[in-house]
Nanobody, 122 residues
Framework: QVQLVESGGGLVQAGGSLRLSCAAS????????IGWFRQAPGKEREFVAV????????YYADSVKGRFTISRDNAEYTIYLQMDRLKPEDTASYYC???????????????WGQGTQVTVSS
């Protein structure tokens, strides 16, 4: 099973930016896609963005479209989530996950990182 490690979270003011990283231990058939999800206290885990590692196709939740950008570095086995124009409602723990097919549901992803906290102050 692939190991995923997130980093880059922190505290930022509304309107600011953060870049999250997700480092994968290796690429296998089970890491065809990497997704970002987030979970705020008392809420369900929700889809943020996903990228197909082979062709770079990307998909976003409507709530982040135009503000967040997911990208990949094939040589470093790392996926990034650039978050711009952050809002207080973006505050959550952010998780990256590996799966075999593009999906927006957490259950479709097999391996998960430990999460990184993002807090946006108003």
């Amino acid at each position: 099973q692939v190991q995923l490690v997130e980093s880059g979270g922190g505290l930022v003011q509304a309107g600011g930016s953060l870049r999250l990283s997700c480092a994968a231990s290796r690429r296998t058939y089970s890491t065809r896609v990497i997704g970002w999800f987030r979970q705020a206290p008392g809420k369900e885990r929700e889809f943020v963005a996903v990228i197909d590692w082979s062709d770079g196709a990307t998909y976003y939740a409507d709530s982040v479209k135009g503000r967040f950008t997911i990208s990949r570095d094939n040589a470093e086995y790392t996926i990034y989530l650039q978050m711009d124009r952050l809002k207080p409602e973006d505050t959550a723990s952010y998780y990256c996950a590996a799966g075999m097919a593009v999906a927006a549901t957490p259950g479709a992803f097999e391996s998960w990182g430990q999460g990184t906290q993002v807090t946006v102050s108003s």
